[in-house]
């Protein structure tokens, strides 16, 4: 493991694990360990984060994904359930659950789509828009305080490492295969 020029707290519970499978099984390189069961944990901790800063605003984790997806894409903020799906990478029937049920909450209402009777956009309310962006506000003070006094070169170093990850997992054979669920 590499030295960091800042002290940190001791080893941690991955340390532990991957110590412990070091012992009891010498013949495996349990280097991955170490890398996505770290990556394993923050998301669950930052999932968790997350769910009480969406609080504020009255939103679930899923609400909040297809409102900023709606958000991100700008004035008139609309998007095809199509194009929601693929931000979100949840199935096409999930979508139309989520879109229902935030129609009926009164935050996203569906359009037709000009020149094509068969399709629908879907469009933030003006109470969609205040809940996301009350929303982003609370979860960036939560993810500041997350990364706390870790340095800014760190900050974007570690972008920049999850970034090639990902980049590399998404485009793993096993995550085609897999489907738009597998995240």
């Known amino acids: 493991m590499a030295t960091l020029p800042y002290p940190v707290a001791g080893p941690d519970e991955v340390d532990r694990i ?52 709606l958000r991100r894409s700008g004035s008139p903020y609309r998007l095809s359930p199509g194009v929601l799906v693929t931000q979100t990478l949840v199935t096409s029937g999930t979508m139309t659950n989520r879109i229902d049920r935030l129609t009926e909450r009164g935050l996203v ?36 305080g997350l990364l706390g006094t870790l340095p800014e070169p760190d900050r974007d170093r570690l972008a920049a490492l999850l970034g090639a990850l990902l980049v590399r997992v998404e485009g793993h054979p096993s995550q085609a295969a897999a489907g738009p669920d597998a995240y």
């Not at 010498?26 to 990556?39: E, H, Q, T, Y």
């Not at 944990?41 to 009255?58: C, H, M």
Request: hydrophobic share 45%; glycine share 8%; aromatic share 6%.
């Open 18 to 69: 991957v110590a412990a499978w070091g012992r009891e099984r010498p013949d495996l390189d349990v280097a991955p360990i170490g890398v996505f069961s770290r990556v394993s944990r923050l998301a669950r901790l930052l999932d968790l984060a997350r769910r009480t800063s969406f609080g504020v605003s009255g939103l679930d984790t899923w609400e909040f994904d297809v409102l900023s997806a």
């Open 109 to 144: 209402r569906r359009l037709p789509t000009p020149g094509d009777r068969r399709g629908i956009l879907v469009e933030l309310t003006v109470a969609g828009l205040e809940a996301v962006d009350r929303a982003m506000a609370a979860l960036l003070d939560t993810e500041r």
